[in-house]
T-cell receptor, first 112, second 112 residues
Framework: GQQVMQIPQYQHVQEGEDFTTYCNSS?????IQWYKQRPGGHPVFLIQ?????EVKKQKRLTFQFGEAKKNSSLHITATQTTDVGTYFC????????????FGGGTRLMVKP | KAGVTQTPRYLIKTRGQQVTLSCSPI?????VSWYQQTPGQGLQFLFE???????NKGNFPGRFSGRQFSNSRSEMNVSTLELGDSALYLC???????????FGPGTRLTVL
């Protein structure tokens, strides 16, 4: 079945440093979604990328979708302690609904 | 608009028992998906219901079942509980096809 690989699993950064997490799929994706889960919380939708080569920004967060629509990345500039949490990418498993395959997540820890 | 609600928030059961979890989606959302989250396996898709019909099913044994009512509220049932069923069960609602998913706070199930 479809697999979405996400690296790294964990990342410790000093506050103010940048952070990037990557997602890769062996198959072409129709779209990719990104979610953030704070410790003890539930996943919260961040963004959806649909077009090949798409780049979207949300304040300090930059999301990219690869040209081949097989990979994606999330980059955070100048991390803050509020960025702490696990970031997941997720992609539709099929074209018949909302079944998502989630990446394993990258847990971001920020040292103040 | 009220978010996705799940009840109960916490459950402790013993092996062999059965459990029913409930999810109320955001008003107007007809798609309800269920996910199991564990430290070892991450977020795994259980099933999706749309307009009272199961639209997608993940790779879980038949002990896991669900249903959706005419008001879009959904329930999932796990029979003959096993220790490995201990997890956070998340419900997510969506407006329609390939849209962002709004997750509820989850039900933390512990099987002893």
């Amino acid at each position: 079945g479809q697999q979405v690989m996400q690296i790294p699993q964990y990342q410790h950064v000093q506050e103010g440093e940048d952070f990037t997490t990557y997602c890769n799929s062996s198959t072409t994706l129709s779209n990719i979604q990104w979610y953030k889960q704070r410790p003890g919380g539930h996943p919260v939708f961040l963004i959806q990328l649909v077009k090949s080569g798409e780049v979207k920004k949300q304040k300090r967060l930059t999301f990219q979708f690869g040209e081949a629509k097989k990979n994606s990345s999330l980059h955070i500039t100048a991390t803050q302690t509020t960025d702490v949490g696990t970031y997941f990418c997720a992609a539709p498993t099929n074209n018949a609904g909302n079944m998502l395959t989630f990446g394993g997540g990258t847990r971001l820890m920020v040292k103040p | 608009k009220a978010g996705v609600t799940q009840t109960p928030r916490y459950l402790i059961k013993t092996r062999g028992q059965q459990v029913t979890l409930s999810c109320s989606p955001i008003s107007g959302h007809r798609s309800v998906s269920w996910y199991q989250q564990t430290p070892g396996q991450g977020l795994q898709f259980l099933f999706e219901y749309f307009s009272e019909t199961q639209r997608n099913k993940g790779n879980f044994p038949g002990r896991f079942s669900g249903r959706q009512f005419s008001n879009s509220r959904s329930e999932m049932n796990v029979s003959t509980l096993e220790l490995g069923d201990s997890a956070l069960y998340l419900c997510a609602s969506s407006l329609d096809f390939h849209n962002e998913q709004f997750f509820g706070p989850g039900t933390r199930l512990t099987v002893l």
